[in-house]
């Protein structure tokens, strides 16, 4: 934790180079998008009124089973810390930027007898933040394909008073299961993924493979590119929010839902490849994945304990809780995850 507070410099770290991707052959075009779309959708597959996507396909079963899998009692928090020190920056993207961290009372306040009480006082404070500035869950009203969101609902049901549907308080009891890390940079020999980097379905597939680890349905899968450790490592994240970046290729939406996964996460900003392999819209693998899927995206989480101790013991698979915050209305929400083991 140290490390990544201070943002030491490491120098000598390996990269693995992206994959030569031919454009003509990776070229996603509006054809394909909608055929893609149509593929992938999970609408209306638990009635008309679901608003929390693919974590129906959690059971009860499913968590008491995971919680089987704690054997040792170690928790690993996923999370970075909620400060100044990243990984927004003056040329992210959009309207983002780090937590600014406000006292609105103080131990000062308190000895100097600003607030009137002999003996005694308190301390309080506030935090002004964009919901999706660190470590977060992307909700099933963030994203729209085709003027609709999750389960069919339209666009305009999100306005300036929030989500009037799919709003991220629906899924505060749902992040809890089975969880998978694929640590695909360790799998490719590599500290990191060098951003622009695919992941593909063979990567998935043969990283599970190596790693004997299968992926469920209702499993919480998280990947790990290393790129965060990256930033951290060299004390910068340039162009870490909405620059280029490891991710998912946009093939892999098609394997997620083969897997009916419950959830995916990556260490990146944004889960998928950037430079997105077409140029008729941005993010075009979010569009299938969050309002066709129904699937609730983690972004920004750091994984680099959790990959460390699952590298030395082997063992892949553990308890996943990362309950959102109820925030009633939102379309994401910060987290704390945890992987327990």
């Known amino acids: 934790m140290a490390a990544r507070q201070k943002m030491q410099k490491i120098p000598g770290r390996a990269a693995l ?12 075009d509006q054809k394909v998008l909608e055929e893609t779309a149509r593929k992938v959708s999970n609408w209306n597959r638990w009635g008309p009124d679901d608003e929390i996507g693919t974590l129906n396909f959690v059971t009860p079963e499913d968590i008491v089973k995971a919680t089987a899998l704690v054997k040792r009692g170690k928790s690993f928090a996923l ?17 983002r930027f780090n937590p600014i961290h ?3 009372a103080t131990g000062t306040d308190a000895v100097t007898g600003q607030q009137g009480m002999a003996g005694g006082g308190y301390a309080d404070d506030i935090v002004t933040m964009p919901l999706q500035c660190g470590t977060q869950w992307d909700g099933l009203g963030h994203v729209f394909f085709r003027d609709k969101m999750w389960n069919g609902y339209h666009a305009k049901l999100v ?13 505060r009891s749902g992040m809890v299961g089975r969880g998978v890390l694929l640590d695909i940079a360790r799998y490719k020999g590599a500290d990191y993924l060098e951003p622009g980097y695919g992941i593909s379905n063979a990567d998935l597939e043969g990283c599970a493979k190596a790693q004997g680890v299968e992926v469920r349905r209702g499993d919480f899968l998280i990947c790990r590119t290393g790129i965060m ?37 990556t260490d990146t900003w944004g889960c998928e490849v950037i430079p997105n392999e077409t140029t008729v819209t941005f993010q075009p693998w979010h ?14 989480f750091y994984l680099e304990e959790l990959a460390k101790d699952c590298a030395a013991d082997g063992v892949y698979e553990f308890l ?20 327990i083991k």
Not at 80 to 95: H, I, R, Y
Not at 235 to 247: F, K, L, M, N, T
Not at 293 to 298: D, K, V
């Open 159 to 171: 306005d300036a008073m929030g989500a009037a549907k799919n709003g991220i308080e629906k899924t």
């Open 17 to 28: 180079k992206m994959h030569p991707r031919d454009p003509l052959e990776t070229y996603v």
């Open 79 to 95: 999370a970075l810390p909620f400060d100044q020190n990243g990984p927004q920056n003056a040329g992210g993207w959009g309207m």
């Open 287 to 300: 569009q299938m994945v969050i309002p066709m899927m129904g699937i609730t995206m983690g972004e920004i």
């Open 320 to 339: 996943f809780v990362a309950p959102t915050l109820p925030i009633t209305g939102a379309v994401g929400s910060p987290v704390n995850p945890q992987a």
């Open 102 to 104: 406000t006292m609105t």
């Open 229 to 265: 450790e990256q930033c951290l490592a060299e004390a910068d994240w340039g162009s870490y929010a909405g620059g280029a970046s490891p991710g998912m290729r946009f093939e892999t939406a098609e394997w997620l839902h083969a897997r009916e996964v419950a959830a995916i996460a």
